[in-house]
């Protein structure tokens, strides 16, 4: 199973941006499709994006057009950019690699959207 690491969550004002990262943790899941996923207390995990092994990138409608996503293959890493973030953006978010039978998640990162 790969290891992923979240990072860069944090507690920001509404309107503002935060910048996510999800370290991989073997070099053989190089480019492999990641996706993002974040989970509200009291709420379901909720899928957020998906970067695929092309680079492509879909997005779910509540974030799309504010959340980016990007890859940096030399560090094994892919980013979540959060744009105009709003307090119903507030949750802990976790990276997820699947392929086969096998489904690996990080330990989560909290982001707080509050004024």
């Known amino acids: 199973q790969v290891q992923l690491v979240e990072s860069g969550g944090d507690l920001v004002q509404p309107g503002g941006s935060l910048r996510l990262s999800c370290a991989i943790s073997e070099s053989r899941f190089r480019g492999h499709a990641i996706s993002w996923y974040r989970q509200a207390p009291g709420k379901r995990r909720e899928w957020v994006a998906t970067?695929?092994?092309?680079?492509?990138?879909d997005y779910a409608g509540s974030v799309k057009g504010r959340f980016i996503l990007s890859r940096d293959h030399a560090k094994n890493a892919v980013y979540l950019q959060m744009n105009n973030l709003k307090p119903e953006d507030a949750a802990v978010y976790y990276c997820?690699?699947?392929?086969?039978?096998?489904?690996?998640w990080g330990q989560g990162t909290q982001v707080t959207v509050s004024s």
């Open positions: 997820n690699h699947r392929i086969g039978s096998s489904d690996s």
């Open positions: 970067i695929f092994s092309s680079d492509s990138t």
